[in-house]
């Protein structure tokens, strides 16, 4: 009996095709693109007086050439620095060597007494309060000053812990306040967490460091 | 009653499979020409520090990169061997940052260029004080939003 010739079986033709795809899939991925997002302080003219800020609100970190670190002019380690910045931005106990800290209630009622007042932070201040609640939040600035001679990877693993302490003091806010971590919230909700924690590091121009 | 039968027992046809792999070959166009993998070849070493407060960025399309780092054996002669700068493909000197940073600006659109982000590849073991005379550069010309590359550690996230 005359039979229908088969088809010819396309099912493996298929599988090349998944395998093609799955190395494209794979090598497209493979660059690792992945970093601590900065942003540079603008361009000042070089006779800009400094802005005036209290000692006690500037934290300052120090990297000499032999890559050790001095934290407020003490030798410390680098597992110290990710605490130290938490606490000093915190200042739970009103410590007058850490920083100035302030409730929003505050800092609203100043803003609301300026002869300008600036109407997008009154704005975010109403928003922090109804939202999140009279939290503190710092005038603290951490000062990252390293050597010419440093090596990139201690400056990469300071930074690091100087980022690391502020998306922690973050991330702890976004749990009490909406029980997620500070990636899973909503761009307004993070946007007052930034407002309460900015990234507020600054950085000078190298030069060379005295060792301890 | 005569009882309906079939008259031979015919297998179901089998499904056609002929048109799997057009469909997967769409998607793997697809993917081919929506992911460009980077094509600059390296002129340095660069053995990225480890960070753990690595962000992805955002959108590639608006990312240009700036590579620091010992130039290859091959290119040692050339360049030596103290870390060099890598535009693009090319080995540059800090006075060429101005005129990458208009370049990369000029292939995107205007409203986009505020969005535009300088990742800086760097040799981990590269000293800081050329790195500090990129950021200054780049600050000179109002590029200030900067990611400092770097790979995530290989621990368990908890």
């Known amino acids: 009996m005359a039979r229908k010739i088969p088809e010819i079986n396309a099912a493996s033709m298929a599988d090349i095709a998944f395998m ?4 494209f899939l794979v090598t497209t991925t493979m660059s690792v693109d992945m970093g601590i997002n900065r942003k540079l302080p603008p361009p000042v003219p070089p006779d800009a007086k400094p802005p005036k800020v209290k000692e006690r609100n500037v934290l300052v970190v120090l990297i000499n050439k032999d890559n050790k670190l001095a934290i407020e002019g003490d030798p410390a380690d680098v597992s110290t620095l990710r605490d130290r910045v938490k606490e000093f931005f915190l200042n739970p106990n009103n410590d007058p060597n850490l920083s100035e800290t302030f409730y929003i209630s505050d800092l609203l009622k100043e803003e609301m007494n300026k002869p300008k007042p600036d109407q997008d932070k009154i704005r975010k201040y109403r928003d922090i309060l109804d939202e999140i609640g009279d939290v503190k939040k710092s005038k603290g600035v ?3 000053q390293n050597d010419r001679g440093t090596l990139y990877g201690k400056y990469i693993e300071v930074q690091n812990e ?4 502020i998306n922690d ?5 976004a749990k009490d306040t909406w029980g997620k971590p500070y990636d899973d919230l909503t761009k307004e909700q993070q946007k007052l967490i930034r407002e309460i924690y900015p990234f507020s590091i600054s950085e000078a121009e190298p030069r060379s460091i005295k060792t301890k | 009653m005569a009882t309906i039968r079939k008259k031979t027992k015919e297998s179901t046809p089998a499904i056609s499979t002929a048109s799997l792999p057009d469909i997967i070959f769409i998607l793997l166009f697809f993917f081919m020409v929506s992911t460009t993998m980077k094509e600059v070849d390296y002129k340095v070493k660069i ?5 753990t407060e690595v962000k992805k960025l955002e959108n590639k399309s608006l990312v240009s990169y700036i590579y620091i780092g010992t130039p290859l054996p091959a290119y040692q002669q050339k360049y030596g061997t103290k ?3 890598q535009l693009n493909d090319q080995i540059a000197g800090l006075d060429q940052i101005a005129q990458y940073v208009e370049q990369e600006r000029a292939k995107r659109s205007q409203a986009d260029v505020p969005k535009m982000t ?3 590849k760097v040799d981990e073991n590269t000293d800081m004080g050329i790195v500090t005379d990129v950021k200054q550069e780049l ?11 770097a790979r995530k550690p290989y621990k368990k996230q908890n």
């Open chain 2, 139 to 149: 600050r000179k010309v109002q590029a200030l939003k900067i990611n400092y590359s």
């Open chain 2, 83 to 85: 870390p060099v700068i």
């Open chain 2, 118 to 120: 300088f990742s800086l």
């Open chain 1, 142 to 144: 951490v000062s990252l």
């Open chain 1, 20 to 23: 093609l795809l799955i190395f």
């Open chain 2, 47 to 51: 053995t990225l520090p480890e960070a």
């Open chain 1, 162 to 165: 100087i980022v690391g302490a």
């Open chain 1, 169 to 173: 003091l973050r991330n702890q806010l």
